[in-house]
Antibody, heavy 120, light 107 residues
Framework: QVQLVESGGGVVQPGKSLRLSCAASGFTFSDYAMHWVRQAPGKGLEWVAIILYDGSKKYYVDSVRGRFTISRDNFRNTLYLQMYSLRAEDTAVYYC?????????????WGQGTMVTVSS | DIQMTQSPSSLSASVGDRVTITCRASQGISNYVAWYQQKPGRIPNLLIYAASTLQSGAPSRFSGSGSGTDFTLTISSLQPEDVATYYCQKYNSAPWTFGQGTKVEIK
């Protein structure tokens, strides 16, 4: 079945780095834009980043631009989020989601999420 | 960036009640609004897109309307399984901003 499985979360000190992965299955990964969305404990949803189906374009929310890098490997059907210079306010569950639609994407498939805790 | 403001932030209603949640965009976004439902402890789930199109599998008691800057999500007859937080989202262009959420509870 269509599935997204995130991994790579954990506890990390402020200023350190972490890389999240999202393994896709059950659909043609290379046909879809992919997004990362995060949710701080007890808070709402915050869109983080998008990468187009072929990796040609990437966009980020202002709060992570320059610190986070989204990438994908269409041969391994895997989405990544490389996070640098982590801050306490980056603490959240990170979801990968599939963007459906040609240029205007809604998120029809969500992973279960991976928790990132930034703390000393 | 365009902001999405939901109201109310929470509500409590009885089973069978009609419930309406409002979402206002700070600029016109045509009909590029989606609504997501997040039940307690669960991942978000797409309910409605293009402001009024029901996602496959979503119950027909959910409906959406609006265009431009003002949008609504309506639950025609609230059920116990509808207890959740509901989020609107703009998707006309980056950033894909969410509203702050509306928590729906049963009275």
């Amino acid at each position: 079945q269509v599935q997204l499985v995130e991994s790579g979360g954990g506890v990390v000190q402020p200023g350190k780095s972490l890389r999240l992965s999202c393994a896709a299955s059950g659909f043609t990964f290379s046909d879809y834009a992919m997004h990362w969305v995060r949710q701080a404990p007890g808070k709402g949803l915050e869109w983080v980043a998008i990468i187009l189906y072929d990796g040609s374009k990437k966009y980020y929310v202002d709060s992570v631009r320059g610190r986070f890098t989204i990438s994908r490997d269409n041969f391994r059907n895997t989405l990544y989020l490389q996070m640098y210079s982590l801050r306490a306010e980056d603490t959240a569950v990170y979801y990968c989601t599939r963007g459906v639609g040609s240029t205007h994407h809604v998120f029809d498939i969500w992973g279960q999420g991976t928790m990132v805790t930034v703390s000393s | 960036d365009i902001q999405m403001t939901q109201s109310p932030s929470s509500l409590s209603a009885s089973v069978g009640d009609r419930v309406t949640i409002t979402c206002r965009a700070s600029q016109g976004i045509s009909n590029y609004v989606a609504w997501y439902q997040q039940k307690p402890g669960r991942i978000p789930n797409l309910l409605i897109y293009a402001a009024s199109t029901l996602q496959s599998g979503a119950p027909s008691r959910f409906s959406g309307s609006g265009s431009g800057t003002d949008f609504t999500l309506t639950i025609s007859s609230l059920q116990p399984e509808d207890v959740a937080t509901y989020y609107c989202q703009k998707y006309n262009s980056a950033p894909w901003t969410f509203g702050q959420g509306t928590k729906v509870e049963i009275k």
